[in-house]
């Protein structure tokens, strides 16, 4: 036998005194089937239960019924006294250690009164199980007769093959660490910090816990640390416990403290969506306010835009009836335990599709959310609780009821609109799990209401949906959601803004008495829900929809033609895509070419970097689906609010000003080099250009200009790759005359640019408003932009959302700009919008706008002299 495993023997004496009883024979076919690992029972005589060896306490459950302790060697002794006694809620049941306690062997753990266990529950004997089995096992066990607690052995364990914990009690550092943190970010301690802080400490020797004033959560539960409560200035408590607790205390201060930008909503990372639709429902919530002070026209209520549009149709109720499983099981609880383990993983795999097919079609916010579901599904609070349940003869789904029901009743505890949305995310997972077992609601089947037959036009109502309501929404059908609750961060309200579905959330109680089947008249864009209109209101409504949609028809027809101003200026009209199908979708509407592929769905949602290969393969189908248009690949821009799981970035007190962009090949120069020797493969050599993102000096873009020429001759290249740099930060556009000195063009991105010159964070929904790329600062920006270019006869571009704004076009080509890059399905509107245009008059214009004092001004200035259809 090795030495090494030899070393890692660990003999358990007896915990308890009393005669011993074989695992088969113990009355639970949860223990006696090894649920919980291979094992001992002992049928106790004396109420006292000592350590079976030296270790440090893991779990001690809330009932004080159980408790794990961990031996040195990493073995995890799992104690439970008696049959059942979850159920006596802790009576009888003294315990003498905390969690987190060293003990010795023989020390004393937990007091029982024998006599009320015994009148109480179904039987005394207890067990000792090997909970983690899989890394060790049992090689000598206690025969028949009587043990003695703290002297009789009672088993002896053997690391197995390849899972030893090599590590002995003299040399093992049991140290306890504490730490203070300071929540300065909007939102506290939400849900992905939690997730990360969780992640942070996973395969480290040590627990951590998180104190916040009489509350304490484990670092392993999400749904425990939500329900602390700590929001936007709290001070928290971390407290380490074990040989690695100053290292995993630290990674959890680090996680806490490396909030991104945007995440206090959770909404879709930066400009993965347009800057106006992401800016509407914190729009609508301040034009709803000023509407709720005044009182409503008669059959009409008021909400708030969470996704923009107009919709007529009729009302029909989604009335999920509430699942009702059984309470009592049906089979063994080892047999429900089985059922709830294989309904769980089903959801998780469900989970993980939803997260790979959102990812691929770059919506990026909804694979977010149902990766965020998957964090929840698997916390050890609901699962531990669930369990718990099902050992007192629940069903599964009964226990996974009463179990997610626990929880949200811990966070409504909390006065906080985050903890609000995540409890409809537990009730989502409530919902997902008890249709996998099969428990039905009424006529709805199997897979509940999800499934009912809808007419056309339907306006869908409802207290709130979940994601999984959406999810598996006939969207053919549907023009409109309306909620009675919810609000406009949401995770439903994200989907339906990606879905491009009008929605209306906060409509309070009285949506609930509006007849099933009404007409209704919904313009999300104006927070009004009309619930009783005329006959001339539903005309109106319905006319205004066919001009538009006959708009739309003639656009989509000509968007293959070239698009020019009416005295012959061109311009080109590009589309910003993120995948394959993207390109296709460009394609189908027009784009003389890609102004802006994002590359980081590459590198998210995935365990490692992708390879060179990897890289050129996905550029190369995107080449080849553009059929002879030019792609602008803009590379790898994380950091701040686009996260990469295997990418480990230091911790930063302000993400958006730290390690993005460019900057990253800083720590990690080897992700952008694999991305660039990829980039510079693709055939034919005229078909990429390269977007250098988060440039802000002519340093940054001379050192990578030589990289990309040596990957360039070692591919073999004979033409030389055309290099772009993106216009982000001031500094670049007052810079702009060096940079396209060695820059073959530039490309505004106004988002960010917009949100660096007006310092407002354009992710915080109070400012999105007034983060508007049509303020004056951020024009004269662009015009410096566009000034610096020309004197090297170089051209600028702009792929932020405003090229997308139709008031924003005129004066963008009154600037200069002679390209602007669009969401694919904007293409069509964009190009008729630059054919109604004079380009002599633009200029003048523009340069007049310039002078103005305020975005509005320039809004109002604009569609003075450019009337919108």
Request: include cysteine; aromatic fraction near 2%; proline fraction near 5%.
């Amino acid at each position: 036998m090795n030495p090494e495993h030899a070393a890692a023997r660990v003999e358990l004496v007896a915990p308890l005194t009393g005669p011993v009883v074989p695992l088969a024979s113990v009355p639970d076919p949860v223990f006696s089937e090894g649920l919980f690992g291979d094992g001992i029972g002992v049928d106790p005589l004396v109420g006292r239960l000592v350590a079976p060896c030296d270790g440090t306490v893991m779990h001690l459950a809330r009932t004080g019924h159980a408790v794990t302790l961990q031996s040195a060697e990493g073995a995890q002794i799992l104690v439970h006294i008696g049959i059942d006694t979850v159920e006596l809620n802790g009576k009888g049941f003294t315990p003498q250690v905390e969690q987190g306690a060293q003990v010795r062997r023989g020390d004393l753990l937990i007091e029982f009164d024998l006599d009320i266990v015994a009148c109480h529950a179904p039987s005394l004997v207890s067990v000792i199980a090997i909970a983690n089995s899989d890394a060790f096992e049992v090689v000598e066990r206690a025969g028949a007769g009587h043990v003695r607690a703290g002297e009789t052995t009672l088993l002896v364990l053997r690391a197995r093959d390849g899972a030893a914990v090599e590590a002995s009690v003299t040399n093992v550092v049991m140290e306890e660490v504490r730490r203070t943190v300071t929540l300065a970010h909007a939102g506290g301690l939400h849900a992905r910090p939690a997730a990360r802080a969780r992640e942070a400490v996973r395969g480290l020797e040590a627990r951590v816990e998180v104190r916040y004033g009489e509350r304490k959560a484990a670092i392993e539960s999400v749904v425990g640390l939500l329900g602390l409560g700590a929001g936007e200035g709290a001070t928290i408590e971390l407290v380490g416990m074990g040989r690695e607790a100053q290292k995993a205390v630290d990674a959890v201060a680090g996680e806490l403290l490396r909030e991104a930008p945007g995440e206090v909503s959770e909404t879709p990372a930066r400009e993965l969506s347009p800057a106006p639709l992401a800016a509407a429902p914190a729009a609508a919530n301040a034009q709803t306010a000023q509407q709720r002070a005044q009182q409503s026209a008669p059959g009409t209520l008021m909400g708030v835009c969470a996704a923009p549009g107009v919709a007529v149709g009729k009302l029909v109720r989604w009335d999920d009836a509430e699942l009702t499983p059984p309470e009592l099981a049906s089979g063994t609880p080892a047999a429900e335990s089985r059922l709830l383990d294989k309904a769980v993983a089903a959801i998780d795999a469900e989970l993980e599709a939803s997260v790979r097919t959102a990812s691929q079609r770059g919506a990026i916010g909804e694979a977010g959310i149902f990766q965020m579901h998957r964090v929840l599904l698997e916390d050890p609070t609901l699962i531990d609780a669930a369990r718990d349940l099902i050992s007192l003869g629940k069903s599964a789904g009964f226990a996974w009821r009463e179990a997610i029901r626990a929880q949200i009743a811990v966070l409504g505890k909390v006065d906080d609109p985050l903890l609000a949305e995540r409890a409809a995310d537990l009730r989502d997972l409530e919902k997902r799990v008890l249709r996998s077992l099969a428990y039905t609601s009424g006529a709805a089947g199997a897979n509940g209401a999800a499934q009912r037959e809808l007419p056309d036009e339907a306006v869908l109502a409802a207290d709130e949906f979940t994601p999984s309501d959406l999810a598996t929404l006939d969207r053919t059908r549907v023009t409109a959601l309306v909620m009675a609750r919810g609000g406009a961060t949401s995770h439903a309200a994200i989907i339906a803004r990606q879905a491009g579905i009008p929605a209306l959330v906060a409509l309070g109680d009285a949506l609930h008495q509006i007849e099933e089947g009404a007409q209704v008249i919904v313009d999300a864009s104006a927070g009004r829900f009309a619930f009783a209109p005329g006959a001339a209101d539903i005309e109106r409504a319905r006319t205004e929809k066919q001009r538009l949609a006959g708009v739309r028809e003639a656009n989509r027809r000509t968007s293959h033609e070239a698009a020019a101003t009416r005295d012959g200026h061109a311009v080109e009209v590009a589309a910003n895509i993120a995948t394959l199908d993207d390109a296709r979708t460009a394609v189908d509407n027009g784009a003389d070419a890609v102004g802006l592929l994002r590359t980081e769905l590459m590198f998210i949602h995935r365990q490692a970097a992708p390879t060179v290969e990897e890289h050129r393969q996905s550029y190369q189908a995107i080449a080849e689906a553009l059929a002879g248009r030019t792609a602008i690949i803009r590379t790898l821009d994380v950091g701040a609010d686009k996260e990469v799981d295997y990418l480990t970035l230091p911790p930063e007190p302000n993400p958006a000003l730290g390690l993005r962009g460019i900057r990253l090949a800083q720590v990690r120069p080897d992700l952008l080099d694999d991305q660039l020797r990829g980039l510079v493969a693709v055939k034919p050599e005229g078909a990429l250009r390269i977007l250098l993102p988060m440039v802000t000096d002519v340093g940054e873009l001379v050192h990578l200009r030589e990289r990309i020429d040596a990957f360039a001759r070692e591919a073999g290249r004979s033409t030389r790759v055309e290099v772009g740099v993106m216009i982000e930060v001031p500094s670049a556009a007052l810079l702009a005359d060096q940079l396209a000195r060695h820059a073959d063009f530039l490309s505004i991105g106004t988002n960010d640019l917009t949100q660096y010159t007006l310092a407002m964070d354009r992710c915080q929904p109070d400012l999105a408003a007034q983060a508007d790329g049509l303020h004056p600062a951020v024009l004269r920006l662009v015009a410096i932009a566009v000034e610096g270019a020309r004197k090297h006869g170089k051209w600028v571009g702009v792929c932020g959302a405003l090229a997308g704004d139709p008031l924003a076009v005129p004066l963008l080509v009154g600037l200069g700009v002679t390209e602007l890059s669009v969401d694919p399905v904007s293409v069509p509107s964009i190009k008729a919008r630059v054919r109604k245009l004079d380009y002599a008059l633009c200029r003048d214009r523009a340069q007049d706008v310039l002078m103005l004092e305020s975005a509005q001004d320039v809004r109002a200035a604009s569609r003075a002299n450019w009337p919108l259809d």
